[in-house]
C-alpha cells in the first residue's frame, strides 16, 4: 500500500544520494531491542516507506545507554539520505539531560517527521496484589523498595515518570533497566517483574485476557481504545501527564530534510501505520509543544521540563527542554 506518509519523505530524500542510487538500501537505526514500541513502529513504517521509495529499508537495532548510542551512529553517519535515526522523548530528551554525549541533539541532527504520540500506562504483572493506584500506593509504603518496576534506560519517559509517581506518593521502587520495551514486556507477562510504565499499545494486546493489569493512563483524558483504565488523576495522583512520541531524524545538512515541516497528510498516514492505529498523531495546536508540562524530582531536587519538545516544536521550545539543571539533579 502507498502511503502518503512515505512519498512526503521520498521527496523529503529526493536530493539525496538515496535517491540517486535507488538500490542502496536506507538504514533507519533503533536505539532499543527488538520487540518495543520503537522497534514496531520502525518496521511498520520501513515497509510503507519501501513500497513508496521502490528502495530497501532495514531496521538495525542498536540498543544501550538508553538510545544514545544508536544516536551517536546516526550523528556520525555521512548525510546522504542513506541512515536516519527512529528516535523517541527518552533517546531526545530524557537521555540527553543525563547522559554525557559527544552530540548535541539540537545542532548536529535534522528533523524528518514528527511520528504518532501514545499514552504510557503503568501496569503490573497479573498477580501482583495491589489492584488499583491506590492499593499500590498502600503496597509500596508498606514494603519501601520491594516491587521491582522495568524501565528502558536511566532518563526514559517510564522512569521518569516512576520517579514523579515516588515523590507525588512518598513510595519508593526498585528500578530494573532494560535494553528495550520488548525484553521489559515479557519479563512482565512471565511474571518475573512487578510494574512497568509502558506505551500503551504495547500493553494493549496483554489487556483482555488479564495476563497484565493496567492501573491508570498518565494523560488528562482516558486512552479511547481501553476507556475503562482511568486517568491518573482519577487514580488519585493528579498532574502524572506524560506521552511517548516517535520522530525520524537524518544527519545534519542532510539534502531535502525538512527540517521541522511537516504536513497533515503526512501525520494521517503516520496513524495508519501505527500498530493497532490506537495512537494520535499531533495537529496543529502541537506543533510548539507536543506533551504537557512535566516535573520530575530525583533524590530531592526538582527537574522541570518546561516543553516535552518535539522534532517539529519551535528551536527555543526545544532549547528549553535541555536543561542543564535536568542532567545536574539525576546525577545528584
Known amino acids: 500500500m502507498r502511503t502518503v506518509f512515505a512519498v512526503a519523505l521520498a521527496a523529503a530524500l529526493g536530493a539525496t544520494g538515496a ?35 521502490g528502495q530497501p529499508l532495514i531496521v538495525e537495532n542498536v540498543p544501550g545507554a538508553t538510545g544514545t ?3 551517536g551512529r546516526v550523528v556520525r553517519s555521512p548525510p546522504d539520505g542513506r541512515t536516519l535515526s527512529m528516535g523517541n522523548w527518552t533517546t531526545h530528551v530524557g537521555a540527553p539531560a543525563i547522559y554525557p554525549i559527544a552530540y548535541d541533539v539540537l545542532r548536529d541532527l535534522e528533523p524528518v517527521s514528527l511520528l504518532p504520540i501514545a499514552p504510557l500506562l503503568i501496569t503490573a504483572r ?36 516512576l520517579i514523579d509517581f515516588e515523590k507525588k506518593t512518598g513510595t519508593r521502587f526498585q528500578f530494573v533497566p532494560y535494553r528495550g520495551g520488548g525484553p521489559a ?9 512487578d510494574v512497568r510504565p509502558t506505551e500503551a499499545s504495547t500493553a494493549l494486546p496483554y489487556l483482555p485476557s488479564g495476563k497484565i493489569k493496567a492501573y491508570a493512563v498518565l494523560a488528562k483524558t482516558r486512552w479511547v481504545a481501553a476507556p475503562d ?14 506521552a511517548l512520541w516517535h520522530g525520524l531524524w537524518a544527519p545534519k545538512n542532510t539534502p531535502g530534510a525538512p527540517a521541522g515541516r511537516r504536513s497533515r497528510s503526512g ?13 494520535r498523531a499531533p495537529q496543529s495546536r502541537d506543533r510548539e ?44
Do not use: C
Request: net charge neutral.
Open 229 to 242: 483504565i482511568p486517568t491518573i488523576d482519577e487514580a488519585g495522583v493528579p498532574g502524572l501527564h506524560i
Open 69 to 71: 548510542i544508536a544516536i
Open 289 to 332: 509543544v507536543v506533551a504537557d508540562h512535566q516535573s520530575s524530582r530525583h533524590h530531592g531536587a526538582v527537574t522541570s521540563i518546561p516543553a516535552i519538545a518535539g522534532p517539529t516544536a519551535s528551536e527555543d521550545a526545544r532549547k528549553r527542554a535541555y536543561d542543564p539543571a535536568i542532567s545536574k539533579s539525576f546525577r545528584e
Open 185 to 193: 514486556m515479557n519479563d512482565l507477562v512471565a511474571g518475573q517483574i
Open 126 to 161: 497479573k498477580g501482583f496484589l495491589a489492584n488499583d493506584i491506590q492499593e499500590l500506593i498502600a503496597w509500596l509504603k508498606a514494603n519501601p523498595g520491594q516491587a521491582t518496576a522495568a524501565i528502558v534506560g536511566v532518563g526514559s519517559s517510564g522512569h521518569v515518570s
Open 19 to 53: 535517491q540517486a542510487d535507488p538500490s542502496a538500501p536506507i538504514t533507519v537505526i533503533v536505539g532499543f531491542a527488538p520487540g518495543g514500541p520503537t522497534d514496531t513502529l520502525a518496521r511498520i513504517i520501513t515497509e510503507r516507506m519501501r513500497i513508496s521509495l
Open 267 to 279: 501525520n494521517a498516514a503516520a496513524r495508519k501505520a501505527h500498530a493497532g492505529g490506537a495512537s
